[in-house]
């Protein structure tokens, strides 16, 4: 469990990392599309950071940190990559990812 907790705290940490990054050096370098889709990364990595902490109540914790975590890699990861660099190559596994989120908050029920 502990381990989830220093994941959690990793993850939120680059997340306020990156957000501020997004702020104060992307903005006025990308288009509005670009900014956007920044602002959803770092919007989604911030909130399922903040879930990992949750998942130590789920049934299955480990299960529920993997779901969110590989969320915020396969989601958040290439928002910021396509944001960044403006390659589009791996934005198609933003669907992935947020299935993946969806299976995290579901395995709360498990």
């Known amino acids: 469990m502990a381990a989830i907790i220093r994941l959690a705290g990793l993850s939120g940490a680059s997340a306020v990392i990156l ?9 006025d370098q990308v288009d509005e599309h670009r900014k956007k889709a920044f602002d959803t990364g770092s919007r989604y990595h ?3 950071s903040v879930a990992l ?3 130590r109540q789920a049934r299955h914790p480990l299960l529920t940190a993997l779901l ?20 589009e190559k791996l934005r ?15 395995s709360f029920i498990l």
Do not use: D, N, Q
């Open 92 to 106: 198609k596994f933003t669907p992935t990812g947020g299935i993946l989120f969806i299976l995290g908050w579901l």
């Open 68 to 87: 969110f975590s590989a969320g915020i890699i396969l989601f958040c990861g290439p928002c910021y990559h396509y944001s960044i660099t403006g390659e």
């Open 46 to 48: 911030l909130l399922h």
């Open 19 to 27: 957000g501020a990054y997004g702020s104060h050096v992307l903005r």
């Open 53 to 55: 902490l949750g998942a």
